[in-house]
């Protein structure tokens, strides 16, 4: 690899100083780097994938997993893999630290790398029958409250067969990816991010018996919103990857599948998952 592009969080990196110094450590190698516009947009990215320049071959992304993820999205769609540089606290997406960046970076200047494929999932919301929403998640995708102590009601189809009625603060669809974010807070298990499959995890469900499932990669899953008597529907909501809060009232569907893109990222040392596991969480 010797073109790059580097996505940065201005709040971790400030004045670009760092993203700067990784520009000269690549053009001293005789490669090529652009820094990209990182302004954060309503949607919650922090660049315009569209800007970024042809023939780029790695995107390097200066922050923690919150701005990988807002960058996944739009870089799977050009199939530009990512290389994560932590510069904020859990840094489980990374592929490596700020301490150790500068000998990863000559890693991938010598193209001594392996790259992950990450399953994505699609997002579709449809409102009184019409499409009023598409989007594609790395981590998860949740429906939840935002009241105070109030419940929503949802609904769970896998392949239009009923599930569940999950009373509670929602529900979230992650991917084996995302498994240690939202699903893990909310009581999911943790799976091998080389797995396909989906998650199905109820968020503080007000049942005992309310469990979460574990199904196929292929299967399509209907979330439904219900009213409810002790629900009101302007406060559940649906994000992608915690971005932008998507609105839902009484009626409204969402529909989660496996997303036709696959997230690419890169990494530099020779890790097990579980390695990763016991240093970070």
Do not use: W
Not at 156 to 167: I, P, T, W
Request: charged share 25%; with cysteine; proline share 3%.
């Amino acid at each position: 690899m010797d073109r790059f592009c580097i996505i940065a969080n201005r709040e971790k990196d400030k004045g670009l100083a760092f993203a700067n110094e990784i520009v000269r450590r690549i053009e001293a190698r005789n490669g090529c780097c652009t820094v990209m516009a990182d302004a954060c947009r309503e949607d919650g990215s922090f660049t315009e994938t569209a800007q970024i320049p042809e023939g780029t071959q790695c995107a390097i992304v200066l922050g923690g997993d919150g701005t990988i993820l807002r960058a996944a999205a739009g870089l799977a769609k050009k199939e530009i893999p990512i290389f994560g540089i932590n510069l904020g606290t859990l840094g489980f997406l990374a592929g490596t630290e700020r301490q150790d960046a500068f000998p990863a970076i000559d890693r991938l200047l010598a193209d001594d790398i392996r790259i992950e494929e990450r399953m994505m999932l699609e997002a579709k919301i449809y409102s009184d029958g019409k499409k009023i929403y598409e989007g594609e998640a790395l981590n998860d995708v949740v429906v939840t409250r935002s009241g105070f102590s109030r419940l929503i009601c949802a609904e769970v189809y896998v392949n239009n067969e009923l599930l569940c009625e999950y009373r509670g603060d929602g529900v979230v669809a992650a991917t084996p990816t995302g498994s240690t974010g939202y699903n893990l807070s909310a009581g999911g298990p943790i799976v091998m991010p080389s797995a396909n499959l989906v998650l199905i995890t109820p968020i503080c469900p007000h049942s005992m018996s309310a469990k979460g499932i574990v199904i196929s990669a292929d299967d399509e899953v209907l979330i439904l919103v219900k009213e409810s008597k002790k629900t009101q529907e302007e406060e559940a909501f649906a994000t992608l990857d915690g971005k932008e809060g998507i609105r839902l009232h009484a009626g409204d569907r969402l529909s989660v599948r496996r997303a036709k893109t696959a997230a690419r990222l890169v990494r530099v040392k020779d890790r097990s998952f579980f390695d990763i596991l016991r240093t970070k969480l």
